[in-house]
């Protein structure tokens, strides 16, 4: 999957091959492409089913997206961004179910907000670990716990853009309650 690199050369982006990650600096040899494919590999580290009961799954694509937006569509930052603020904030326990939800929720918030920008800090501010740390954890535990704070630093460091993801997560919320009435 290279959509990442059409991505990166949309937002005129010059993609790095050689040292560190440019976008998260985490301490690889080959640059973004091999951030990124430690980045599809490591949501595997642990079964499936747990990485859905602790929501890992959902946690490490939110963190890595949110910290190489220059790879990802624009919108995107709207979408890891409000999930973060659903999981970590609002403690909603999520599911994929709740992924449909919210990403209907963007798309109508999208139509309405057409000039909206959420602007990502600069790079290598985007906390200090990475997709790197969590590979390297070593028993599921640790993992998690690893997950938990990867995803929890990269929400604070969008602290500029936390109104955005909170009108988003109230929509989300709202939305979630009327399904149920
Ligand atoms: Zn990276």
């Known amino acids: 999957m290279q959509d990442w690199r059409a991505q990166a050369r949309k937002n005129s982006v010059e993609v790095l091959e050689i040292g560190s990650c440019q976008f998260c600096g985490a301490p690889v040899d080959s640059g973004v492409s091999e951030c990124v494919d430690i980045a599809g590999n490591v949501t595997h580290k642990i079964d499936h089913e747990e990485g859905i009961k602790n929501m890992t799954i959902f946690l490490c694509v939110d963190a890595h997206a949110l910290q190489h937006p220059e790879i990802h569509g624009r919108w995107s930052n709207h979408f890891h961004l409000s999930r973060l603020e659903l999981i970590l904030n609002d403690k909603i326990y999520w599911n994929y179910r709740l992924s449909t939800i919210l990403s209907s929720v963007v798309d109508d ?72 009435n």
């Open 109 to 180: 918030y999208k139509n309405r907000h057409k000039e909206e920008r959420i602007l990502p800090p600069k790079p290598g501010s985007r906390g200090f670990l990475s997709v790197y740390d969590i590979d390297k954890t070593q028993s599921n535990d640790e993992y998690i716990q690893m997950v938990d704070k990867w995803a929890g630093e990269v929400y604070k460091t969008y602290i500029f853009s936390h109104p955005v993801s909170k009108k988003i997560a109230k929509l989300f919320k709202e939305k979630i309650s009327s399904n149920r």
